[in-house]
């Protein structure tokens, strides 16, 4: 059974940092691409992040410079550490994975999602 489980969400004051984790079980992580999406309280949900297998990343323009995503195959985990926060990143984020080694926007793409974690930034 796939699964996916998020942490380190939380409350953070504007310019902060956090770092999400997201561990992974029950398919070929190492094969997979393996990405973040996040969705405010009443938007739509959309892409943040995405990593593959050897460590290619794509980044929405809006956290380019300032969110950094990262995986450990050896552990199964993918990471976002988000760094100088604005109010506007606040929202549930969500791990993602395909089960293949492409990367994409869409999250129609993505069989595999995680619960989701609130992040919650105040200005």
């Known amino acids: 059974q796939v699964q996916l489980v998020e942490s380190g969400g939380g409350l953070v004051q504007a310019g902060g940092s956090l770092t999400l984790s997201c561990a992974a079980s029950?398919?070929?992580?190492?094969?997979?691409?393996m990405g973040w999406f996040r969705q405010a309280r009443g938007k739509e949900r959309e892409f943040v992040s995405a990593?593959?297998?050897?460590?290619?990343?794509v980044y929405r323009d809006s956290v380019k410079g300032r969110f950094i995503v990262s995986r450990d195959n050896a552990k199964n985990t993918v990471y976002l550490q988000m760094n100088r926060l604005k109010p506007e990143d606040t929202a549930v984020y969500y791990c993602v994975g395909t089960g293949v080694d492409a990367i994409t926007v869409l999250p129609t793409s993505y069989p595999y999602w995680g619960q989701g974690t609130q992040v919650t930034v105040s200005p």
């Open positions: 029950g398919w070929t992580f190492s094969r997979s691409a």
């Open positions: 990593i593959n297998w050897s460590g290619g990343t």
